[in-house]
């Protein structure tokens, strides 16, 4: 069974995306995982995405991480580049082989 991918959640609600700060963030988010990960967006193996509302309510824009569920309230994109550096080694790891 291969393992979920890792989707990018940005939510672009009324208070995330207050002054275009959600939208601002995804923009950013897409143009710098396509220059980073372009194979593995290409694949599926990583996706972003959009909700209306995350129910996680700040000032800031957020963003959660599936299948993990972590969530961050104005993430920085180097903060995003190493957590998805992480959870596509985490998946790696759920593909190989298994010698016990």
């Known amino acids: 069974m291969s393992p ?3 989707r990018l959640l940005v939510c672009v609600g009324p208070r995330c995306d207050a002054e275009g700060k959600g939208r601002a963030l995804l923009a950013s988010v897409q143009q710098c995982l396509s ?3 372009s194979q593995e967006l290409a694949s ?6 959009t909700r209306d509302c995350l129910r996680l309510c700040t000032r800031d824009p957020v963003v ?3 299948p993990s569920g972590d969530a961050l309230s104005d993430p920085s994109l180097d903060e995003l580049l190493r957590l998805t550096r992480a959870a596509l080694a985490d998946q790696d790891l759920a593909l190989s082989p298994s010698y016990d």
Do not use: N
Request: aromatic share 14%; net charge positive; no cysteine.
């Open 35 to 37: 220059q980073a990960y």
């Open 44 to 49: 599926g193996r990583l996706a972003i995405a």
């Open 4 to 6: 979920l991918p890792v």
């Open 64 to 66: 959660r991480f599936e």
